[in-house]
């Protein structure tokens, strides 16, 4: 078992964005501790639990049955998350249908916020590696629904800035730098963020996913935090899934 890194990088905190390339402030000791962890991820760890979790419910085979699926079938239908479940009446993630599991398996259901749910979460997420996303918003009104309130979330400016998701992810400030790490465009078609959450983050050492990015991000954006779960962050999900539609899976990720 690797050895988890406790990471320390320079964070320079700005109160505007700079557009140039070479402010990008990681020092050399950092950025070869980055291509160590590439080779050498941490979150594999949090993974391997995670297989150990889904082991005492069963295991891929038990979990495939649950959704009505072959385990050969259980991949490609995980690349399609989140999505509407009709035994739910509702759209959800995969850390919330892996609630509805284990409750129905007679087990007491992990915390959303929970670092085993984060690891089974991960790893269950991790089945579907070496597949395109490809979830569907048309498949049903509920999804559509789900989308067209996503993409409400993300554009909405509030809290106390007065700033939206698309304030700091849009084309216009694409490669600019914020507290050192250069902002991706996660509405642009194809963008790849979402095949790579969950991550390990280096400044926290340890594993998210991306529903707690999002949260991250609203706390540094002095927004009122939406929580794990709630029709509006799995709302956000679903919009930003779809934004990396055809996307290729591939976890864990490594971020900043």
């Given at each position: ?81 989140p999505r509407y479940i009709e ?64 993409k409400e979330v993300f554009n ?63 706390q540094n954006a002095l927004l ?33």
């Amino acid at each position: 078992m690797r050895k988890i890194l406790q990471i320390s990088l320079c964070v320079v905190l700005a109160s505007s964005l700079s557009f140039a390339s070479e402010q990008f402030a990681m020092s050399n000791a950092d950025r070869a501790m980055y291509e160590e962890l590439m080779e050498n991820n941490p979150a594999d760890m949090m993974l391997s639990n995670g297989s150990e979790l889904l082991d005492a419910l069963g295991a891929e085979a038990a979990l495939a049955k649950y959704l009505g699926l072959s385990e050969d079938e259980l991949p490609v239908y995980l690349a399609g998350f989140p999505r509407y479940i009709e035994k739910f009446k509702m759209v959800v993630s995969i850390d919330q249908m892996l609630q509805a599991f284990m409750h129905d398996s007679g087990k007491k259901p992990y915390a959303l916020k929970s670092s085993d749910m984060f690891d089974i979460s991960s790893y269950v997420k991790s089945i579907a590696n070496e597949q395109p996303i490809n979830i569907d918003i048309e498949a049903n009104e509920h999804m559509k629904k789900a989308y067209a309130l996503g993409k409400e979330v993300f554009n909405t400016r509030r809290g106390g800035r007065g700033l939206s998701c698309y304030n700091c992810h849009n084309p216009g400030v694409v490669g600019g730098i914020l507290r050192t790490q250069p902002l991706p465009d996660i509405s642009a078609k194809g963008n790849a963020s979402a095949a790579t959450w969950p991550a390990y983050r280096m400044t926290k050492s340890k594993l998210a996913t991306l529903q707690k990015r999002f949260q991250g991000c609203m706390q540094n954006a002095l927004l009122a935090v939406i929580p794990l779960g709630s029709p509006e962050m799995t709302a956000l999900e679903v919009y930003f899934t779809h934004e990396a539609k055809g996307a290729v899976i591939a976890l864990p990720g490594l971020k900043r």
